[in-house]
């Protein structure tokens, strides 16, 4: 069966022998050829685009579950950040200490309450740098677990103190979504927050001024006037809103009335002074002979 087949060796030269140029080799340039070889070593690979993407297996989405306990040692080693951290918080004296502090510790993952401690100090501390790569690290997590906070007013209300624009920037969003759930003591410490670093976000104020109109009567006097200050100095203009404050304050603060009939329950508001300065009357018993011989016993 190997006679009845040419060589390969054969094949290139038969054309040769019977005198007849070998058409595969008029014009270009000759090589070898043989239909059952391939050719290796000519591709491009400049414009080659890898598209196998490695699937996704089992252990790259499982969470990892160890099937050892640490020791107690090596335990309270790894979580000892939870109370370090805010004592070096504590024995900070300076801005930087408080930096230094969150940044030694800047591989563990903090708890909220972190956070609030890191932010209460450098209020406490005076000239702190917000452009400061530390103190953006610490705001760039504040931004991104911005919805896990109970309280994010009150980490607004520390950050209007620092002056830190972009990230209550940053936080308005989050705010805006929450608004509906706030009391109206803290829509006015984030209307507050913004007013100290006068940033204006029209979007924001309309939604505080939304709400703020449907809890005006459960709201504090110094609560209605940090409204009113913020507003101004925001340059947010909403009439709407000051003119039911000034009524609620006109309410509040108007004269007692003359009618004797007056009582605690005719007062629309609990923080109206006529409710504070209601007569009220108070029996007093005088004391027996009885009681007297009783205090020398």
């Known amino acids: 069966m190997n006679d009845a087949f040419p060589r390969a060796d054969q094949?290139?030269?038969?054309?040769?022998?019977?005198?007849?140029?070998?058409?595969?080799?008029v014009g270009r340039r000759s090589f070898a050829y043989y239909r059952f070889h391939k050719r290796i070593g000519k591709g491009n690979w400049n414009r080659y685009i890898e598209r196998y993407i490695k699937p996704r297996?089992?252990?790259?989405?499982?969470?990892?579950?160890?099937?050892?306990?640490?020791?107690?040692?090596?335990?309270?080693?790894?979580?000892?950040?939870?109370?370090?951290?805010?004592?070096?918080?504590?024995?900070?004296?300076?801005?930087?200490?408080?930096?230094?502090?969150?940044?030694?510790?800047?591989?563990?993952?903090?708890?909220?309450?972190?956070?609030?401690?890191?932010?209460?100090?450098?209020?406490?501390?005076?000239?702190?740098?917000?452009?400061?790569?530390r103190f953006q690290f610490i705001s760039k997590n504040i931004i991104k677990h911005a919805k896990y906070f109970i309280d994010l007013?009150?980490?607004c209300n520390y950050l209007g103190k620092l002056r830190a624009i972009r990230t209550l920037d940053r936080l308005s969003l989050v705010i805006?979504?929450?608004?509906?759930?706030?009391?109206?003591?803290?829509?006015?410490?984030?209307a507050n927050a913004f007013g100290r670093c006068r940033l204006h976000?029209?979007?924001?104020?309309?939604?505080?001024?939304?709400?703020?109109?449907e809890k005006l009567h459960v709201a504090s006097n110094k609560d209605l006037i940090l409204v009113a200050k913020a507003?101004?100095?925001?340059?947010?203009?909403?009439?709407?809103?000051?003119?039911?404050?000034?009524?609620?304050?006109?309410?509040?603060?108007?004269?007692?009335?003359?009618?004797?009939t007056t009582s605690m329950g005719e007062a629309s508001s609990r923080h109206c002074i006529a409710n504070l300065i209601q007569p009220k009357s108070v029996q007093v018993?005088?004391?027996?002979?009885?009681?007297?011989l009783g205090l020398g016993n």
């Open 11 to 25: 094949i290139f030269h038969i054309w040769g022998h019977i005198g007849i140029d070998n058409p595969f080799t």
């Open 57 to 133: 297996s089992i252990e790259n989405t499982q969470r990892i579950v160890f099937n050892y306990h640490a020791s107690y040692q090596a335990a309270k080693a790894s979580a000892s950040y939870l109370w370090e951290l805010p004592k070096r918080i504590a024995a900070a004296t300076s801005a930087n200490g408080v930096l230094d502090a969150w940044i030694y510790f800047r591989h563990k993952r903090k708890k909220a309450y972190h956070y609030v401690l890191a932010l209460r100090r450098l209020c406490d501390m005076k000239d702190v740098d917000t452009s400061d790569w």
């Open 153 to 155: 007013p009150g980490i």
């Open 176 to 190: 805006c979504e929450n608004a509906e759930r706030y009391t109206f003591a803290q829509l006015a410490t984030v």
């Open 201 to 213: 976000s029209k979007y924001l104020f309309a939604q505080l001024a939304r709400h703020c109109n």
């Open 231 to 260: 507003y101004g100095k925001c340059m947010v203009y909403n009439y709407g809103l000051l003119g039911s404050i000034s009524l609620e304050m006109q309410k509040r603060f108007s004269p007692i009335p003359s009618a004797p």
């Open 285 to 292: 018993q005088l004391p027996t002979m009885h009681d007297v």
